[in-house]
T-cell receptor, first 113, second 111 residues
Framework: DAGVIQSPRHEVTEMGQEVTLRCKPI?????LFWYRQTMMRGLELLIY????????DSGMPEDRFSAKMPNASFSTLKIQPSEPRDSAVYFC???????????FGPGTRLTVT | GESVGLHLPTLSVQEGDNSIINCAYS??????FIWYKQESGKGPQFIID?????DKRQGQRVTVLLNKTVKHLSLQIAATQPGDSAVYFC??????????FGQGTELSVKP
């Protein structure tokens, strides 16, 4: 198995631009999670899906952030418009079900200038 | 509020020694805990987990101990190797089913 796949691995963009991060979970996993990691705040859960349905988006910082999961093998996290404070590493993780071990992708390092 | 925290942000050990990384959690109702290892530039990697009906679980060179009385978790790494150098996170599932991560401990292995 290839594990969780994320793209791009690095993204540098200017303030105000739209950013789309992509994730392919492990085949057969029914739960998908988006996290953000910064030095100041550590690993924070942004949103998670069970069977492609968003369950809890209370961690999404504000309306500029949105996430979709159109099918079991693909999810996106979009930031529009992006701001410098959004600079962080964004991880996608998947698990067989909500309360089982989660497997993380390699992350997308986002820099907003 | 709920929190999972590590008191020692850094730990330095000699190669071949045993390492012990500690973690305190605040929610006495938590029933499932996971340890993750994160190497520089990579995502967190699952190491070992433990449920609250156990107080000890062993893997390959790693042991997790759970003390529910004092809400304490530890990760023991036997015969620490340079490849063990990383940041280690404990994480607990809260009552809402979310995985809450601690701040992490950086383990540095000296050759």
């Amino acid at each position: 198995d290839a594990g969780v796949i994320q793209s791009p691995r690095h993204e540098v963009t200017e303030m105000g631009q739209e950013v789309t991060l992509r994730c392919k979970p492990i085949s057969g996993h029914n739960s998908l999670f988006w996290y953000r990691q910064t030095m100041m705040r550590g690993l924070e859960l942004l949103i998670y899906f069970n069977n492609n349905v968003p369950i809890d988006d209370s961690g999404m910082p504000e309306d500029r952030f949105s996430a979709k999961m159109p099918n079991a093998s693909f999810s996106t996290l979009k930031i529009q418009p992006s701001e410098p404070r959004d600079s962080a590493v964004y991880f996608c993780a998947s698990s067989l079900s909500q309360k089982t071990e989660q497997y993380f992708g390699p992350g997308t390092r986002l820099t907003v200038t | 509020g709920e929190s999972v925290g590590l008191h020692l942000p850094t730990l330095s050990v000699q190669e071949g020694d045993n390492s012990i990384i500690n973690c305190a959690y605040s929610n006495s109702a938590s029933d499932y805990f996971i340890w993750y290892k994160q190497e520089s530039g990579k995502g967190p990697q699952f190491i070992i987990d433990i449920r609250s009906n156990m107080d000890k679980r062993q893997g390959q060179r790693v042991t997790v101990l759970l003390n529910k009385t004092v809400k304490h978790l530890s990760l023991q790494i036997a015969a620490t190797q340079p490849g063990d150098s990383a940041v280690y996170f404990c994480a607990e599932f809260n009552q809402g089913g979310k995985l809450i991560f601690g701040q992490g401990t950086e383990l540095s292995v000296k050759p």
